[in-house]
């Protein structure tokens, strides 16, 4: 099955500043990487993500990129604000015999100081 | 709103018993995934249905058991409950399997 990291686990900026998080993944097959934002109480919810034939994606303050040699991807949030405060998760799904195993990563707490 | 409708969204149950969690997937999807998330830790994934067939299996303990009706949707059933088995469980639906998957707002069950 696939295996997911992500560092850091915890990540204070300041308000302006940007934010970055990191993930690799294990298994080469892997072909499709979302990334989820959950606020505290509340279900995990998708804020961009990005397949494997695309290097770069970009939604206004937020981009994601993808080394599929390197088989690693990032999160890059530009102009934080308060409200990005939350808990970040990246995500692989496997595709592989007619199964989809979307794995997450354990998650960065992001916290913006005004 | 997400569309995936869980129930119930609280659950307190004492050690030794059992629960049925309940997911309705969003109208269209196929795909269901399961999810335990303990305090402060992250989503670890239990089970995924496709279309009524289990398709993939995570770190789902034996007491635990889930299936797919045919009307899609998805019951988990947790059994011989103990306390460490308190989390809040998520269910996800997609379209297919390498889609955007859809949480709903989770069950938070408590055991006592």
């Known amino acids: 099955g696939e295996n997911v990291e992500q560092h850091p686990s915890t990540l204070s900026v300041q308000e302006g500043d940007s934010a970055v998080i990191k993930c690799t993944y294990s298994?080469?097959?892997?072909?499709?990487f979302p990334w989820y934002k959950q606020e505290l109480g509340k279900r995990p919810q998708l804020i961009i993500d990005?397949?494997?034939?695309?290097g770069e994606k970009k939604d206004q303050r937020i981009a994601v990129t993808l080394n599929k040699t390197a088989k690693h991807f990032s999160l890059h949030i530009t102009e934080t604000q308060p409200e990005d405060s939350a808990v970040y998760f990246c995500?692989?799904?496997?595709?592989?015999?007619?199964?989809?195993?979307?794995?997450f990563g354990k998650g960065t707490k992001l916290s913006v100081i005004p | 709103d997400s569309g995936v409708t869980q129930t119930p969204k609280h659950l307190i149950t004492a050690t030794g018993q059992r629960v049925t969690l309940r997911c309705s997937p969003r109208?269209?999807?196929?795909?269901v995934y399961w999810y335990q998330q303990s305090l402060d830790q992250g989503l670890q994934f239990l089970i995924q249905y496709y279309n009524g067939e289990e398709r993939a299996k995570g770190n789902i303990l034996e007491r635990f058991s889930a299936q797919q009706f045919p009307d899609l949707h998805s019951e988990l059933n947790l059994s011989s409950l103990e306390l460490g088995d308190s989390a809040l469980y998520f269910c996800?639906?997609?379209?297919?399997?390498?889609?955007?998957?859809?949480f709903g707002q989770g069950t938070r069950l408590t055991v006592v």
């Open positions: 990005i397949r494997s034939n695309v």
């Open positions: 109208s269209g999807d196929l795909s």
């Open positions: 996800a639906s997609s379209l297919q399997g390498n889609t955007e998957a859809f």
């Open positions: 995500a692989a799904i496997y595709s592989g015999a007619g199964s989809y195993q979307l794995t």
């Open positions: 298994d080469s097959a892997s072909n499709y």
